[in-house]
């Protein structure tokens, strides 16, 4: 299996990895956005709060971060990190406020797996062009599914960080639209599946048209009306405004129960984190 290929670290990395955290793995290269999506707003305030959660929650780093300068805001939050460390009580109220402030547990929502009940949610937030994001969807999920989720143990919420650009955002909204007609997991498996392991993969019309056809997707006009709706953009733009608050800059990124893991970690490190969790 290809690996991307190492580039120099992201600043905004460096300044914000936790203490105890694992060793950064090597970044794909990134392709410049040619142009940002309108999501992308200054941050506000909040993000020096919950970035500094953050940090100290997060376990490793092993993601695609795009090439873009570090917000002020978080250069704040990772100095913040530094001065003060706190103590695990204070990281529990930590973990349980990320917890209450993002998992949504909704019944019926078409972008979750596993019951609204479940122990443990695992919160992903993830790019369809991000190659580690692949490796997590065709390595990793598939395993939790059948370990946690199909026995009650684990729900799995899916959210939009599209982060490289105007093709990243039409692959979320693509998704959303075959999910319309009952088809987003099989539409997001497939992108995944045949995504590629080194750099990012294309998403222009006639692809996603494609995927949509072979996900059993039946109606393709719809599919395609569906795809410009603005409420389905407006979709997109709350789940990676979620990932903004938090001062998320790469992907994948996940809460399991409020406690960060940030990267494609090897499938111990969640089963690990998510028996604990559920033993709590």
Same mark, same amino acid.
């Given at each position: 299996?290809?690996?991307?290929?190492?580039?120099?670290?992201?600043?905004?990395?460096?300044?914000?990895?936790?203490?105890?955290?694992?060793?950064?793995?090597?970044?794909?290269?990134?392709?410049?956005?040619?142009?940002?999506?309108?999501?992308?707003?200054?941050?506000?305030?909040?993000?020096?709060?919950?970035?500094?959660? &953050? +940090?100290?929650? /997060?376990? =490793? !780093?092993? #993601?695609?971060?795009? *090439?873009?300068?570090?917000? @002020?805001?978080?250069?704040?939050?990772?100095?913040?990190?530094?001065?003060?460390?706190?103590?695990?009580?204070?990281?529990?109220?930590?973990?349980?406020?990320?917890?209450?402030?993002?998992?949504?547990?909704?019944?019926?929502?078409?972008?979750?797996?596993?019951?609204?009940?479940?122990?443990?949610?695992?919160?992903?937030?993830?790019?369809?062009?991000?190659?580690?994001?692949?490796?997590?969807?065709?390595?990793?999920?598939?395993?939790?599914?059948?370990?946690?989720?199909?026995?009650?143990?684990?729900?799995?919420?899916?959210?939009?960080?599209?982060?490289?650009?105007?093709?990243?955002?039409?692959?979320? &909204? +693509?998704?959303? /639209?075959? =999910? !319309?007609? #009952?088809?987003?997991? *099989?539409?997001?498996?497939? @992108?995944?599946?045949?995504?590629?392991?080194?750099?990012?993969?294309?998403?222009?019309?006639?692809?996603?048209?494609?995927?949509?056809?072979?996900?059993?997707?039946?109606?393709?006009?719809?599919?395609?009306?569906?795809?410009?709706?603005?409420?389905?953009?407006?979709?997109?733009?709350?789940?990676?405004?979620?990932?903004?608050?938090?001062?998320?800059?790469?992907?994948?990124?996940?809460?399991?129960?409020?406690?960060?893991?940030?990267?494609?970690?090897?499938?111990?490190?969640?089963?690990?984190?998510?028996?604990?969790?559920?033993?709590?």
């Amino acid at each position: 299996m290809s690996q991307p290929q190492p580039e120099q670290p992201d600043p905004a990395a460096q300044h914000a990895q936790p203490a105890g955290a694992q060793p950064e793995n090597a970044q794909p290269p990134g392709d410049q956005p040619a142009k940002r999506p309108g999501w992308q707003l200054a941050l506000p305030a909040v993000v020096v709060v919950i970035g500094v959660l &953050l +940090a100290y929650l /997060a376990l =490793g !780093r092993t #993601g695609d971060t795009p *090439p873009a300068d570090p917000p @002020a805001a978080q250069d704040t939050a990772a100095q913040s990190t530094t001065a003060q460390r706190p103590n695990q009580s204070e990281i529990d109220a930590a973990a349980k406020e990320l917890d209450t402030k993002f998992t949504r547990r909704r019944e019926g929502d078409p972008y979750a797996k596993g019951r609204v009940d479940a122990p443990v949610v695992l919160v992903e937030y993830a790019d369809y062009r991000c190659p580690y994001c692949a490796k997590f969807s065709t390595d990793t999920r598939p395993e939790l599914v059948r370990r946690f989720v199909e026995q009650g143990i684990l729900r799995i919420e899916w959210r939009d960080l599209p982060l490289f650009g105007e093709q990243s955002e039409a692959a979320a &909204l +693509a998704a959303r /639209a075959a =999910g !319309r007609q #009952g088809k987003f997991w *099989p539409f997001h498996e497939l @992108a995944f599946a045949e995504a590629p392991r080194s750099g990012h993969g294309e998403f222009g019309p006639d692809r996603l048209r494609d995927l949509a056809r072979r996900s059993g997707v039946a109606d393709l006009a719809k599919f395609e009306r569906d795809m410009t709706d603005p409420a389905l953009r407006e979709e997109v733009r709350v789940d990676a405004a979620e990932g903004q608050e938090m001062g998320l800059t790469s992907t994948p990124a996940f809460l399991i129960n409020g406690r960060a893991v940030v990267g494609a970690q090897p499938l111990e490190t969640f089963t690990k984190l998510i028996e604990q969790a559920a033993r709590k």
